[in-house]
């Protein structure tokens, strides 16, 4: 059975950085778009970011943009996500994900495999 299993998180303070990363147990890691979600306290679970198969291309959740970078390396099989400029509104629960589809990664739809979330807290 595929996983997607996130080591990391952890607490953080605000302004600090912080990597995650995303390993799956899968031979054909490079057939798969990858994207993070996250989840707050009483929130809806949201976009963060995406990545082509080969981490050529990516694209950002606006509240996102310009301090998070995701990345990816076929040959472990792992997508990263690096994290700075930490804000307390970046505090959640972060998900990695797998699809086949492109098109709608963004939307949560078409998710292949999901990972076991890891949280990330962000004090003021």
């Known amino acids: 059975q595929v996983q997607l299993v996130e080591p990391g998180g952890g607490l953080v303070q605000a302004g600090g950085s912080l990597r995650l990363s995303c390993e799956a147990s899968?031979?054909?890691?490079?057939?798969?778009?990858m994207a993070w979600f996250r989840q707050a306290p009483g929130s809806e679970r949201e976009f963060v970011a995406d990545i082509t198969l080969s981490g050529g291309g990516t694209y950002y959740a606006d509240s996102v943009k310009g301090r998070f970078t995701i990345s990816r390396d076929n040959t472990k099989n792992t997508v990263y996500l690096q994290m700075n400029s930490l804000k307390p509104e970046d505090t959640a629960v972060y998900y990695c994900?797998?699809?086949?589809?492109?098109?709608?990664?963004?939307?949560?739809?078409?998710?292949?495999?999901w990972g076991q979330g890891t949280q990330v807290t962000v004090s003021s």
């Open positions: 899968v031979r054909t890691f490079s057939h798969f778009f």
């Open positions: 994900a797998a699809s086949l589809n492109q098109n709608v990664i963004r939307q949560g739809r078409a998710i292949i495999y």
